[in-house]
Nanobody
């Protein structure tokens, strides 16, 4: 049984920053790809950023240059550093563990953390 626990969400003003964390347990964390998704009210879930077991990253066009995904295998944790936040970044952010080491095939999900960008 794998558990993913997100933290770090909150209310921030436009232009501000937040760092989300996703702590994993119950699996060999380092050999799997991980990803962050988000879902805003009334919208479909959107893939935000991915990181392979080897550390290669990819981002949605909407967050390129502003968000950075990283992982610390020693801590079984994946991070999402979000800078220059915009109101359209408001959403529930969830992390997922893939069943593959490179491509994202969501296998387990965290409970999500709310990010609200507003003045």
């Amino acid at each position: 049984q794998v558990q993913l626990v997100e933290s770090g969400g909150g209310l921030v003003q436009p232009g501000g920053s937040l760092r989300l964390s996703c702590a994993a347990s119950g699996s060999i964390f380092s050999i799997y790809a991980m990803a962050w998704y988000r879902q805003a009210p009334g919208k479909q879930r959107e893939l935000v950023a991915t990181i392979t077991s080897g550390g290669s990253t990819n981002y949605a066009d909407s967050v390129k240059g502003r968000f950075t995904i990283s992982r610390d295998n020693a801590k079984n944790t994946v991070y999402l550093q979000m800078n220059n936040l915009k109101p359209e970044d408001t959403a529930v952010y969830s992390c997922t563990k893939s069943s593959h080491n490179i491509i994202i095939v969501p296998e387990y999900w965290g409970q999500g953390t709310q990010v609200t960008v507003s003045s």
